[in-house]
């Protein structure tokens, strides 16, 4: 087997660092259309993204209800109830809605740990472009690395990915990405951040090289591209 070069990832952020960054806004619609808009101008979704509504445990019995009874006019049967939780499928013809019934729930609509109450959950593939031709990175995905696994989570070296939190007080962006380990890396790193509405740490940087037989591969922490 014959591996790739090597790729430069950014896991913003793990679980030991909190999971995700903050979209800084308690507004769900405005936090919904920052990240449409980091996608328009710096990725391409892979296949549809998935959507769902979650609902958890520990809220006002208003505010559950009004959120049991929007999701039952809206979204139907629910797709899975837990103990802690409560999720129902959103189609893309029912976001619209979805971020109404979450943006009009008010600073109240909290469960008694103060998270948010209710949230839009995307989750979805993606794939980093060049600013210069709007076209993928050549040599940036899944199948240029052998479909190797980082993790035991289903992400793959080369692919990018991101799952968007959207809650009634407070929304969350968490970031897989993949950028070409070359002379690249500087202006791909840089084109993210511009289109970002936060700051990507300078830590969680990490450069994948091929092992000496050739057979997987290993990561080595590295500085922040936008700091060297």
Partial sequence: MTLNQGVVTYDGLPTSAGGAHSLRTKNPRTAYESVQAFLDAAGLTVGAPE???????????DGTG?????AAAHLGGPQSRQRTHTRW?????????????????????????????????????VTLVDPMTRAPYEGID???????AVDGYGRLLGAS??????????SSLSLWLGFPADERLHAAA???QKHLP???????????????????????????????
């Fill in 66 to 70: 009004r959120f049991e009874s929007f």
């Fill in 142 to 148: 899944a199948e240029a690395f052998g479909r190797f």
């Fill in 89 to 125: 499928r959103v189609r893309e013809d029912d976001v619209d809605a979805t971020l109404d019934a979450l943006s009009g729930a008010g600073s109240g609509a909290v469960t008694g740990h103060g998270h948010p109450l209710a949230a839009l959950v995307l989750s979805a593939q």
């Fill in 161 to 170: 990915g991101m799952r968007a939190t959207f809650g009634t007080t407070a």
């Fill in 190 to 192: 840089a084109h993210v």
């Fill in 198 to 228: 936060f700051r990507m740490s300078t830590k969680h940087w990490r450069r994948w090289h091929a092992t000496k037989d050739g057979q997987s591969y290993r990561a080595t922490k590295i500085t922040s591209p936008l700091v060297s």
């Fill in 51 to 61: 959507m769902s509504f979650e609902l958890w445990a520990g809220g006002s019995p």
